[in-house]
């Protein structure tokens, strides 16, 4: 790819701030999202909104060869009719350095709620993916992915 | 930017009424982090698409916020339910202002 590696430079530059000793502060930014980022975000979307396992089919591939361009296709059961749809389903990557991957947004007209796109993984991690329902009920579902080439090599 | 965005998209030209499509649509754009750095240790500031927009006669029937954590070149596929005939209008939204836009006349067979 003639744009170069994205990941693969952050990671140096990271590897760098901590050789100098001079990271701790920089660090947080560029580290990858943690536990509680995550919680965080996922926070500011829903309140205290607890979703439940089901209804999602995410699929992912087990093994990314290329962390650069990694397949991801969502399908929620709804009947995407005028008062029972999926109003939106958001994907987060937990070892990225910003969590957030994608939300989509469905109307009824859609008929179906599915969509695909393609997005970047730093390194092996899990994909939280969380439907909300035209009623405010909320599903989840995870997956983890394998990446064999997230950056350098690793 | 390198190029400019041409987006692309692949809509079936004519469908029943009642009918699923699907809609693949593609658009060339760099969609950069903003976590990189250039050669001189500076951070490349983030330029995304942190939008992507159908509408199908002037209704929005599905939008996409985009992140950084989408790929270089981004790809969207969603599905829709064919009712009447008109066209759809997609919109990209690029970080720096800009808008890209493509066209799709939809007929019923």
């Given at each position: 790819m003639a744009s170069g590696n994205r990941f693969c430079s952050r990671r140096r530059v990271l590897?760098?701030?901590?050789?100098?000793?001079?990271?701790?502060?920089?660090?947080?930014?560029?580290?990858?999202?943690?536990?509680?980022?995550?919680?965080?975000?996922?926070r500011k979307l829903y309140a205290d909104g607890k979703p439940t396992?089901?209804?999602?089919?995410?699929?992912?591939?087990?093994?990314?060869?290329?962390?650069?361009?990694?397949?991801?296709?969502?399908?929620?059961?709804?009947?995407?009719?005028?008062?029972d749809?999926?109003?939106?389903?958001?994907?987060?990557?937990?070892?990225?350095?910003?969590?957030?991957?994608v939300s989509f947004?469905?109307?009824?007209?859609?008929?179906?709620?599915?969509?695909?796109?393609?997005?970047?993984l730093a390194q092996t991690q899990n994909i939280l993916c969380i439907a909300e329902?035209?009623?405010?009920?909320?599903?989840?579902?995870k997956a983890e992915v394998k990446v064999t080439i997230g950056g350098c090599g690793g | 930017m390198a190029t400019a965005s041409v987006p692309r998209v692949r809509v079936p030209a004519q469908a029943r009424a009642g009918e699923l499509i699907e809609i693949k649509t593609l658009i060339s754009?760099?969609?950069?982090?903003?976590?990189?750095?250039?050669?001189?240790?500076?951070?490349?500031?983030?330029?995304?698409?942190?939008?992507?927009?159908?509408?199908f006669n002037g209704r929005i029937v599905f939008e996409a916020d985009w992140y950084t954590s989408v790929s270089a070149n981004p790809y969207q596929s969603?599905?829709?339910?064919?009712?009447?005939?008109?066209?759809?209008?997609f919109v990209w939204k690029d970080d720096n202002g800009s808008e890209y836009t493509a066209t799709s006349k939809l007929t019923i067979v």
């Open positions: 590897q760098l701030a901590f050789a100098a000793n001079s990271g701790l502060l920089l660090a947080p930014r560029f580290a990858q999202a943690d536990a509680k980022s995550l919680a965080d975000e996922i396992d089901g209804r999602i089919k995410l699929d992912v591939p087990q093994i990314a060869e290329n962390g650069l361009v990694v397949p991801i296709a969502i399908d929620v059961e709804s009947p995407m009719s005028a008062d749809y999926v109003k939106a389903v958001h994907v987060f990557a937990d070892g990225n350095p910003l969590p957030q991957v947004r469905f109307s009824p007209e859609c008929g179906k709620a599915s969509a695909s796109t393609r997005m970047r329902m035209s009623n405010g009920t909320l599903y989840s579902a | 754009h760099d969609m950069e982090s903003g976590q990189r750095k250039d050669a001189a240790g500076k951070t490349i500031p983030r330029q995304i698409i942190n939008r992507f927009t159908a509408s969603f599905f829709y339910r064919v009712k009447e005939p008109g066209a759809f209008t």
